[in-house]
């Protein structure tokens, strides 16, 4: 039986060809080869199928296999001569002749048999071994083929041990598709059993980048505490250039791709680290190359593979934190007893423990007089958190506890519901979330936390934040031992709210979580007694009150205000002086311009404008992108404010001459963005003109006893309604 079908030589274009399927194989191949003038010997070729790999044997030509008219059918050569041939080019061939070969193998190496063949003939160890020969776009195409080839998982057992040193500084190449290749091989030998994390890391975590602070997951001593916001890394800066340092400098660059697969690595070299000290050594080591404020910024991706390695990075973060939780307090463990003992002179440093079991740890607020019994529900980090805050944050922990000692009948056990907090920030952020399922989910489902990418110690921040939340909210609801579930579940409410609007940097959620809830935490809580038309009441006024705040912030805005440059929104605008920021509310847009005095506004023509419908947020503190890497003074940090873009370049960042302007213009530009208002100012102008007007509409006479029942009696009316006499002598001048 004869089929008219297309027979196409590789290279070259299809060509009508009858197919003979009474006849062989072989028979068939010739005819074809001499039709395409294939110079070669016939026994060479084989005929491959379609667009599958699928070659064809004699069998299916004599037995039910079909072959439609018009099927394309590929005329190659068979895959160990094809294999053979591209070895012996790559050996013996000049420049032009190797790079087609390598350039050709990106097509090869997606036939099965062909690599399977490649890879028996040592094809790996053959690109290997000329790497060093290539430049440019000709070491791309033989990375990305040695790529492929390693992709089947074998043929690469015994590596040369300098290639990994290799690939590292091909990763640094200026070449994106070099780079990507070396990335993507990189990855490969991480997830390998063989390779793994120690092969790579022993080049990139090389002695100068090694940090030379602790290893383990124990929170640093107070004396080495950090702002909020600041890094690590800036206690222990990395002098020169290094090979992690420039695996994570990659995640910068403008290329997507590269990012993406820098990602991936990274995220790879995590997951393969040896749990325990070394992973955190490893993430420490990261935290010194700046990646959490890297990441940061790229926090606004709308590339679906890109956040979702970031959303990896993110909980590997949180299964540090979740593999504490599974570490039970053993009171055998010299480890653990001194981190306890620590906790103890943290929080009493004048005042001896006079044996480790005793009523002095109730001081503290542990439930009994041995702390290890308070601890099973979150295993070692519950006391792991309470240290960092008592370490970090000392004076705000031993003002906590000596109020709360001072409360007496309303104390409520400090140690115990600092347990509590560290479970409740497990489920706000949810650390015991199940990595496979978040991994194979879908990109909408890895909500980001940019709390988490602004410290390496992130959480025990947090921690710190809803501890203090805590303590005040037991005095606003004017709580008692018996209402801790009832204060626990305002906290959880209150901290849920404000991880939900996405905090930029911790300064922002302190900010929000102590302003939010102080003077209104429990108004759902602690007025629960109150009639529900009071309540309603009190929600009506306190809307009317912020949307008179509001106006007050707009109007603040729209009269302009002068301010000094931090750092110019265009590279082109970089002269020093002051700038006047002209707030006009036409099309939401943030008018401005640059002078050198400010003692005259610059007239409307000059300025220029700032979309703030572009805008991501409104940084302030330490999370303003200039401070990132330098000490600032206090004084600055309390004035200065950022617009921060979708387009970095065209942020501003701005200095306020007083604490007033600042309030009034980072409340404001929040305000037209339609955020909260969330400067501790604001919030007690809230407080206090929602008080003050509850009080005026409810006429409150507290204090006032024996009020009437009845109503009053109306009195008589005056004989008159001549309630004001004219003097005299302005009588007399109307009369003239």
Request: charged share 25%; net charge negative.
């Amino acid at each position: 039986m004869i089929v008219k079908v297309q027979v196409q030589l590789t290279g070259g274009v299809p060509r009508e060809f009858e197919l003979n399927r009474d006849t062989s194989l072989r028979n068939n191949i010739e005819a074809a080869c001499k039709l395409n003038n294939v110079a070669g010997n016939p026994s060479d070729y084989t005929f491959q199928f379609g667009t599958s790999q699928r070659y064809l044997s004699d069998e299916d030509l004599s037995g039910d296999f079909p072959i439609p008219s018009n099927s394309i059918i590929s005329l190659k050569l068979r895959p160990e001569v094809a294999a053979e041939s591209s070895l012996k080019a790559l050996k013996d061939g000049n420049v032009a002749v190797k790079k087609k070969t390598l350039f050709d193998l990106r097509d090869l190496l997606k036939d099965e048999l062909f690599t399977r063949r490649f890879l028996e003939m040592e094809g790996i160890s053959s690109l290997i071994a000329l790497l060093d020969d290539l430049t440019g776009n000709t070491l791309a195409y033989g990375l990305g083929a040695l790529q492929t080839a390693m992709e089947y998982g074998t043929g690469w057992d015994s590596l040369p041990r300098p290639f990994v040193g290799k690939l590292v500084g091909y990763a640094d190449s200026n070449n994106p598709n070099v780079c990507k290749s070396a990335l993507k091989i990189l990855c490969l030998l991480s997830d390998s059993p063989k390779y793994g994390y120690n092969a790579i890391s022993s080049v990139l975590c090389t002695p100068s980048a090694t940090p030379s602070t602790a290893t383990t997951t124990t929170p640093p001593p107070a004396s080495s505490a950090t702002s909020p916001d600041q890094q690590p890394s800036q206690q222990t800066a990395v002098a020169e250039k290094n090979p992690l340092g420039s695996i994570v400098s990659l995640l910068t660059t403008s290329d997507i791709d590269t990012q993406v697969q820098t990602l991936i690595l990274i995220n790879s070299l995590i997951k393969n680290a040896p749990a325990g000290p070394e992973r955190s050594k490893f993430l420490q080591l990261l935290d010194t190359q700046q990646i959490n404020p890297t990441l940061k910024k790229q926090l606004q991706t709308t590339d679906a593979e890109f956040k979702r390695q970031l959303y990896m990075f993110q909980r590997h973060r949180l299964n540090e934190v979740k593999a504490r939780k599974g570490v039970n307090y053993d009171k055998a463990s010299p480890e653990h007893e001194a981190l306890l003992m620590r906790l103890w002179s943290a929080t009493f440093p004048d005042v001896k423990l006079e044996a480790r079991v005793s009523e002095q740890w109730k001081l503290i607020g542990f439930q009994g007089t041995d702390p290890a019994t308070d601890f099973r529900g979150m295993g070692i980090v519950g006391l792991e958190n309470l240290l960092y805050f008592a370490e970090n944050h000392g004076e705000v922990f031993r003002k906590i506890v000596s109020t709360n000692l001072a409360r007496k009948e309303r104390e409520y056990p400090v140690a115990s519901a600092g347990i509590n907090l560290s479970q409740m920030l497990f489920d706000l952020l949810k650390v015991m979330e199940n990595e496979s399922t978040s991994s194979s989910s879908s990109a909408n489902d890895h909500h980001l936390f940019p709390l988490l990418f602004s410290h390496r110690f992130a959480f025990e921040e947090m921690y710190g934040t809803a501890f203090q939340v805590l303590d005040y909210t037991w005095d606003d609801m004017n709580a008692s031992y018996m209402d801790f579930p009832r204060v626990i579940a305002a906290v959880k409410k209150q901290i849920a709210e404000v991880l939900a609007a996405s905090p930029l940097s911790l300064d922002q959620f302190h900010s929000a979580a102590c302003s939010k809830g102080r003077g209104t935490i429990g108004e759902d809580e602690a007025d629960a007694g109150e009639p529900e038309s009071i309540k309603r009441l009190r929600s009506h006024v306190k809307k009317e009150i912020l949307d008179l705040i509001k106006t007050q912030k707009l109007a603040y805005l729209q009269d302009g205000q002068f301010f000094k440059y931090l750092r110019p929104s265009q590279s082109k605008d970089k002269k020093s002086g002051t700038a006047f920021v002209f707030m006009k509310l036409v099309d939401q847009d943030l008018m401005y311009a640059a002078v050198s005095d400010s003692s005259e506004k610059p007239p409307n023509s000059s300025l220029t404008p700032l979309k703030l419908a572009e805008a991501i947020g409104i940084a302030t503190g330490t999370d303003i992108p200039s401070f990132n890497k330098k000490k600032v003074s206090e004084d600055i940090v309390a004035l200065a404010f950022a617009i921060l873009m979708r387009d970095e370049k065209t942020s501003l960042e701005l200095l306020a001459q007083s604490r007033d302007d600042f309030v009034n213009w980072t409340d404001g530009l929040r305000a037209v963005q339609g955020k909260q208002m969330e400067t501790p100012e604001t919030q007690e102008e809230l407080k206090t003109l929602i008080t003050l007007d509850m009080k005026v509409r409810l006429l409150d006479l507290e204090g006032i006893d024996n009020l009437p029942r009845d109503t009053l009696p109306v009195p008589p009316p005056p004989p008159d309604f001549a309630f004001v006499e004219q003097e005299p002598s302005l009588s007399k001048a109307v009369d003239k």
